[in-house]
């Protein structure tokens, strides 16, 4: 992906690089556009079920779990589509789906099937369908789990 965005103005290797993509795109189940911007440190666990709207913004040190959704949504009111902008630190557990022009702030946690169509203010932690709030340790309740 990322080599893909590096060659945007040579166009054969570019195009090549795209084609490698789409392969390993079906290979792993895995589907993130070569336009979306993400930031560093991109964490994906394991393979599979992994889609992310090309426009979609994905900030650093992010933490995909298979089966996600980051996707779009229609506004009626202004006839646009809206996407999500998901922020530095978050992790997103198995199944989560985050769709329209949401914003998930930094460090934090989306919980398992959880599906977020309203903000998530930072160090929040979410759960549920439709999401509600649990907690406000965020990804830092994570980290300090495991050390």
Known sequence: MRICQYT??????HWLFRLILRHYQFKY??????????????????FGGIIVNPSAKIGSNVNLSPNILIGQKFNKSTETFEFPVIGDRVYIANGAKILGGINVS????IGLNTLVMHDVKENEVVVGQPAKVISKEGSALLVGSFL
């Open 29 to 46: 189940g895995i589907s993130i556009h070569h336009t979306t911007e993400v930031g560093h440190g991109l964490y994906i666990g394991h």
């Open 106 to 109: 930094n460090d934090a946690v």
């Open 8 to 13: 945007i103005k040579i166009r054969f290797i």
